[in-house]
């Protein structure tokens, strides 16, 4: 029988577990969340035509690690040639920049 994980909150850290017991082992995880959508507090809502965003909607890291974790995830997207970089505590990170096909839904990418 295949072994379980039970993952409370769907969350930005209860769905990175969950991806990553996925990933990395057989484990089936099992995420419980108590509200009607995934994201924690971090989330866009519509309302009247409009996007709000509430909660995080930027991720840094001082590992290198976590951060190719977060971009190979959600890539940085970009209308036109651009550059982008991330300056924190002396550190700065340039980040790739992937083009957005026609059509592709935005809410898809890290913006």
Known sequence: ???????????????????????????????????????????????????MDIGGHRFFSKSDKVMRWWLELMPVEHEAEAEAAISYQNKTRHLPMHERREGEDKDHVML
């Open 1 to 51: 029988m295949r072994k379980k994980a039970v993952i409370l909150g769907a969350g930005p850290a209860g769905l990175t577990a969950a991806l990553e017991l996925v990933r990395q082992s057989d484990i089936q995880p099992i995420v419980l969340e108590a509200g009607d959508c995934v994201g924690g507090i971090s989330r866009t809502v519509r309302y009247n035509g409009n996007r």
